[in-house]
C-alpha cells in the first residue's frame, strides 16, 4: 500500500508538534521558578513588614480577604499558606532572635529562589529603582537626624506596628547589624541609650560605608552626604 506525499508531509507535521505539545503539557503541570519581584513578608505590597501585614495575612487565612501576592505570603517558604506563615511573621515582628523571612527579603526585593506552585507577582513597591552599593549611613540612625537617640527607637517601633512611613534607610534602623529589622532594633537602641547596652555595629557614630557595603544598603536617600 503506497502513501502519497500529502499523507507524509501530515505525519512529519504531527512528528513536529508533538515535542511542543509535551513541553506545553510540562509547563502547566510542573512548579515553576518565581522570575517576579517582591519581598517575602511584605504581604500588602508597601515596602515593609509590620504588624499589618499579619492581620493582611490573618484576614485571608480566616476572613476570606484577599492577597496582593501569594509568594509574599508564603513567609516560610513551603509553597503553601497556612498559619504557620501568620506565626513566622508575628515571630519575626515580635520575638527577638526569630529569623527573617527566607530569601527574597525582607528589605531587598529580589526573586523567589525556590520552586512551588503560587502564582507569579511583582511588587509595585520593587519598582523603585537600587540605590547605588555606596550608600552611607548611621547606624541606628532610623529617623535620618544623623544622631542615635530615643526617637530613633519609638520610630523604629512605629514602623513595625504600621504607625509610621518607612525610613529613607531601612539598613540605618538595622540597628543590632543583624541584616534584618523587627523587635530586637529597637530593644537594642533602647538597651545602647539607657542600659549601658554595646553600641550599633560600624558604621557608627559617624556616617560610613564607602565602599565596602552590605547587601541591605538602601539610603540612596539618606541623611548621609
Known amino acids: 500500500m503506497s502513501h502519497s506525499p500529502t499523507d507524509h ?27 517576579a519581584q517582591f519581598r ?14 499579619v492581620c493582611t495575612l490573618n484576614n485571608f487565612l480566616f476572613l476570606g480577604g484577599t492577597l496582593t501576592c501569594a509568594d509574599a505570603a508564603d513567609v516560610n517558604d513551603d509553597g503553601f499558606l497556612a498559619t ?7 515571630n519575626y515582628l515580635c520575638l527577638p532572635g526569630s529569623p527573617p523571612p527566607p530569601a527574597p527579603g525582607p ?12 502564582p507569579l507577582c511583582t511588587y509595585t513597591s520593587c ?16 529617623d535620618q537626624d544623623l544622631t542615635v537617640s530615643i ?8 514602623m513595625l506596628f504600621g504607625l509610621s512611613v518607612q525610613s529613607s534607610c531601612m539598613s540605618a534602623c538595622d540597628a543590632n547589624g543583624d541584616g534584618s529589622f523587627n ?3 529597637p530593644l537594642f537602641t533602647l538597651t545602647f541609650l539607657f542600659a549601658l547596652g554595646p553600641p550599633p555595629p560600624a558604621p557608627f557614630p559617624n556616617c560610613g560605608c564607602d565602599g565596602n557595603c552590605p547587601a541591605l544598603i538602601d539610603c540612596a536617600s539618606g541623611a548621609c552626604p
Do not use: K
Open 107 to 118: 528589605i531587598v526585593c529580589g526573586l523567589d529562589p525556590t520552586a512551588d506552585v503560587l
Open 151 to 158: 526617637g530613633d527607637a519609638v520610630f523604629e517601633l512605629n
Open 127 to 142: 519598582a523603585i529603582p537600587m540605590p547605588a552599593p555606596n550608600s552611607r549611613f548611621i547606624r541606628g540612625d532610623c
Open 183 to 185: 523587635i530586637a532594633d
Open 40 to 53: 517575602r513578608g511584605d504581604v500588602n505590597d508597601d515596602g515593609r513588614i509590620t504588624m499589618i501585614d
Open 84 to 90: 504557620a506563615d501568620s506565626v513566622a511573621l508575628l
Open 9 to 35: 508531509a501530515s505525519q512529519h507535521g504531527r512528528r513536529r508538534l508533538c515535542p511542543l505539545w509535551i513541553f506545553i503539557a510540562a509547563a502547566m503541570l510542573c512548579p515553576t521558578t518565581a522570575f
